[in-house]
């Protein structure tokens, strides 16, 4: 694998002998002084260009940043030639990484989803605004409201009924898609906001991917088997587990920030599980 000098030099080297190629950027973690650094970390890159479609024509440009084994083109459309973005995802044999994207500059400031950007490259001096950090702004979560606490809850319990439904249908995929993908997703809502009581702030970056919830979950191991969903019998003491978990988190905010906690919907849900699947022992 090569080292990070050798890929930003290659970057750099290609922009300054290619006229089209006004700037480049390096975005995500390695643009992040405070990531964590391992040796499969991506190498987001952008080369602030006119010529986008120009570019994106030429089969083998994208060869001259290694041997690539695998790439994806995923804003490649059939038919289409007028492109404003334009990416390269590319995986190379010796296992590095470099996610290309070719950007028009009359896009660049709302093409950017980025919370870190580095400017590596700026031949006309026009693009040092793009030196950011917008870590608050993306990746951070901030003390929800007492109406999207409830609103998460409301989520949680009422979904409930159609995974119950899908257990008793013997639905696996119906009942497993529901419970990772909207339940489990408001119960990680409900944690953070928990943890932020316990961290004592009113706002912290839990990571993109929300991975910085592991390192203060009291009980990961009972967190993690959440996405372990082989059998019906797995979902059923998943979901269990689920509303169980958000009644607690439930009761400990509303008493921290002093609102009303109605636990009618929860009762609710208990009762439905039970008329369905037989008696809810948590």
Partial sequence: MR???EIMDLTIRIAMADDRIEGVLLNGSRANPRSRKDRFQDYDLVYITRYVNEIAQEKDWPQQFGDVLIMQTPDKQPGLTDYSVFAFLMQFKDLTRIDLRLI????????LDDAYSQVLLDKQG?????NFNRELELYHTYIASEEEIKQWLNEIFWVSTYVVKG???QDRLYAESLLSHVLRKMLIELIKQEQLIDLHRAHYNFGKFDQGILEHLKDQQTF????GNTS?????????IIIEESHGIAQRLA????FHYDSCEYEAAKTYFSQV?????S
């Fill in 3 to 5: 080292s990070e000098k």
């Fill in 104 to 111: 028009h500059p009359e896009v660049l400031t709302d093409r």
């Fill in 126 to 130: 026009s693009y040092g605004a793009f």
């Fill in 167 to 169: 257990i008793a249908r």
């Fill in 224 to 227: 993690l088997s959440l996405y």
């Fill in 232 to 240: 019906l019998q797995e979902i059923e003491e998943h979901l269990r």
């Fill in 255 to 258: 008493s921290y920030y002093g």
């Fill in 277 to 281: 699947l037989g008696p809810f022992e």
